[in-house]
């Protein structure tokens, strides 16, 4: 099964979903039938003056996660994840890393065709 | 010999300033506005323009084709502005430094050469007064790679001649502000009697302070009514070269696009004896440093 990269606030499955994609505090990637997990923190790209939203797809492409379950995605990470082939789900907010799976699972993300945030600097 | 005028806070007076020393300085001059993001100086010393140039920054144009995905060129930028995504080469021209970095390193020729507009670099001269100032792109986040020109042509216009240069610089206390002050001889703060005006001068003196270049201030709207900027001249051992008062007359002078400078034989005055306290401290420091 792919799995599935969540941006978090924490390494755990009931830590808060940040909806911050870039400036995520890290991300679970998790396989959603088993929910076995890593933790892949996102700390660099939180200090980054700018990139964050780029280093951040980077390192979900790296992780070998097809699917992004998230808030707010920015344009050109945006972008980065599309050529990277990874699937994003946004607009996710005020839930666990849980509940987000469980919403996967039941089929109730919607898949997003465009960013939901303007760049900075634009 | 170069003067900037920098102040930490907007609105100020940098300008006022900057126009009225132009105005009032006896010895050959170029006035430059690096304030590339909101340039006004041209609005009160209205020149005459003699050239309009755009200017360019040097950018990686990628062809995927001859990519063979080292990843060296993602290793050394460090701003992001390429990744490499699986099998996809991005270039996000809009973060690139224009460092050639990773033109440089690329072993296949992947990356060549392409340019981002940054702005305009406009030149001409208000009487015998030299003018120079550069105006940002509509959407360009860096105002520095287009500082960085304008300084350039501003070298090649004094190289020849015995002249001086005030630099009108951009407010804050960042990138563009350090850019604008760097290669000045002398930095003149121009600062408010309000919480704000004290508080964003004390950061301006101390991100400049590093520099080592003599530094004095202006009070700009002397007497609204706080005292504060007045101790800190007196803590940090900074001459107050001038005070321009609060006065509905100076403020109807500016909004007309006048000189300040000329409104009042006072004011005049204050700004010619301005100029020598700018001319003596630059004296003085060549003899502490030839010393």
Known sequence: MAKLAISSE?????????PRFGRAAGFIVVDPQTL???????????????????QAAEHVANSGAKTVLTGYVG???????????????????????????????????????????????? | MKVAIASGKGGTGKTTV????????????????????????????RPEIHGDEKAYMEIPVADESKCNFCRACVDICQFKAISILGSVLMVFPEMCHGCGGCLAVCPEKALTPG?????????????????????????????????????????????????????????????????????????????????????????????????????????????????????????????????IPFSRDIAAAYADGGIVAQASSELQLTFDELVESIIDAHAEHQEVLHA
């Open chain 2, 115 to 243: 340019q981002r507009e940054l702005g305009h670099i406009i030149w001409g001269a208000a009487g015998s007064t030299g003018f120079l100032m550069g105006r940002l792109r509509v959407g360009e986040a860096m105002s520095p790679p287009l500082m960085r020109q304008v300084k350039a042509r501003l070298n090649a216009m004094i190289q020849h001649a015995e002249t001086d240069v005030v630099i009108d610089a951009p407010p804050g206390v960042s990138c563009p502000a350090v850019n604008a002050v760097m290669d000045a001889d002398v930095i003149v703060l121009v600062t408010e009697p309000t919480p704000f005006g004290l508080y964003d001068v004390s950061l301006a003196y101390g991100a400049f302070l590093p520099l080592g270049k003599p530094m004095g201030i202006v009070i700009n709207r002397a007497g609204l009514g706080e005292d504060t900027i007045y101790e800190f001249c007196r803590s940090k051992n900074l001459p107050i070269w001038a005070e």
């Open chain 1, 36 to 54: 076995e997990f890593d933790y892949l923190d996102n700390g660099l790209s939180q200090a980054m003056a700018q990139g964050a939203g780029i």
């Open chain 1, 75 to 122: 344009p050109k990470a945006f972008m980065a994840l599309q050529a990277a082939g990874i699937r994003v789900a946004q607009n996710l907010a005020d839930m666990t890393v849980r509940e987000a799976i469980e919403m996967y699972r039941n089929g109730k993300v919607k898949w997003a065709r465009q960013p939901n945030r303007r760049g900075h600097g634009r």
């Open chain 2, 18 to 45: 900057s126009a009225s020393l132009a105005a009032s300085w006896q010895r050959p001059l170029v006035a430059v506005d690096l304030d590339v993001e909101a340039p006004n100086l041209h609005l009160f010393l």
């Open chain 1, 10 to 18: 924490g390494p755990d499955l009931d830590e808060a979903l940040d």
